[in-house]
C-alpha cells in the first residue's frame, strides 16, 4: 500500500506544478494525446512563469515534461487495450482466471513502472529549481494534495 501511495504521489508531483489534475479517470481531460501534451504544455508554462524560470530552466523542465506525458499516453493505450482484453475475458463462456490476473498484473506494473519514471522526473525539476522556487512549487503541491 505504501508504494502506492508514493506511486500517486510522485506523479501528482509532476503534473501538480503543470496544474493537469485528472478528473474520474480520465473524464473530462482530452483524449486526443496532442491535445493531452498541448494542455499540460501550457499550464507548465505558466507555471514556470509564475515561477521566474530562467531559459535553461525552462528547456530542462519542459524536456523532463516530454518524456512523462509521453510515458502517460503510452500507459494510457495500454489501458484501452487491456479493458478491451478485460472485457473480452467477461464475455467468454468461460471467462479465464489466470488471463484476467496475468491482465491486472502486467496493469499493475506497467502503473508502478510509470511511477518510478515520474518519481525520478520529479527529482530531475527538483534539481533544477532554486530553494526559492522549491518554496513556491512547495506551496502549490500543499494545496493540490489537500
Request: charged fraction near 25%.
Amino acid at each position: 500500500m505504501g508504494k502506492t501511495i508514493a506511486a500517486a504521489l510522485a506523479v501528482a508531483t509532476v503534473f501538480s506544478l503543470a496544474g493537469f489534475h485528472g478528473r474520474g479517470c480520465g473524464r473530462g481531460q482530452p483524449r486526443d494525446p496532442a491535445e493531452v501534451a498541448a494542455r499540460v504544455t501550457a499550464r507548465l508554462d505558466e507555471a514556470l512563469d509564475g515561477l521566474d524560470a530562467t531559459p535553461a530552466q525552462r528547456t530542462a523542465i519542459q524536456g523532463v515534461k516530454d518524456r512523462l506525458v509521453a510515458d502517460v499516453l503510452a500507459l494510457r493505450e495500454g489501458q484501452a487495450a487491456a479493458r478491451q482484453a478485460l472485457l473480452a475475458e467477461w464475455k467468454a463462456q468461460s471467462p479465464d482466471r489466470n488471463n484476467v490476473h496475468a491482465l491486472i498484473d502486467e496493469r499493475a506494473a506497467a502503473m508502478t513502472a510509470l511511477a518510478h519514471r515520474a518519481a525520478d522526473a520529479a527529482l530531475e525539476v527538483h534539481a533544477q529549481l532554486t530553494p526559492e522556487q522549491r518554496i513556491k512549487v512547495e506551496a502549490r503541491l500543499e494545496r493540490f494534495h489537500h
